[in-house]
């Protein structure tokens, strides 16, 4: 069992940047693939980012190359997304996901945080 604790959710201003970070309790941090995914009103979850085990291996939707970067600290458990010039549309709860794996898959994990609300204002 993983459990996953997002936070650094907020309200910004369009243009501006946040950072997320998602906290992993488990022993085998290391065994799973990790993920990013998001859900604005009204609309389905869709996937955000990805990275494998040794974060050598990243995978973004078209929707935020370039402006969000996805990283993980193996001795700390947690995985982040940096995201810079935020747009209205990413307003979102951004949802990170845990993958036993290597692969930085793009739907199909095995454990979801609870999320955290991003709010972009124009």
């Known amino acids: 069992q993983v459990q996953l604790v997002e936070s650094g959710g907020g309200l910004v201003q369009a243009g501006g940047s946040l950072r997320l970070s998602c906290a992993a309790s488990?022993?085998?941090?290391?065994?799973?693939?990790m993920g990013w995914f998001r859900q604005a009103p009204g609309k389905e979850r869709e996937f955000v980012a990805s990275?494998?085990?040794?974060?050598?291996?990243?995978n973004y939707a078209d929707s935020v190359k370039g402006r969000f970067a996805i990283s993980r600290d193996n001795a700390k458990n947690t995985v982040y997304l940096q995201m810079n010039t935020l747009k209205p549309e990413d307003t979102a709860v951004y949802y990170c996901?845990?993958?036993?794996?290597?692969?930085?898959?793009?739907?199909?994990?095995?454990?979801w945080g609870q999320g955290t609300q991003v709010t972009v204002s124009s």
């Open positions: 990275i494998n085990r040794g974060g050598g291996l990243r």
């Open positions: 488990t022993r085998s941090f290391t065994s799973y693939a």
């Open positions: 996901a845990a993958d036993y794996g290597d692969v930085p898959r793009t739907n199909k994990y095995d454990y």
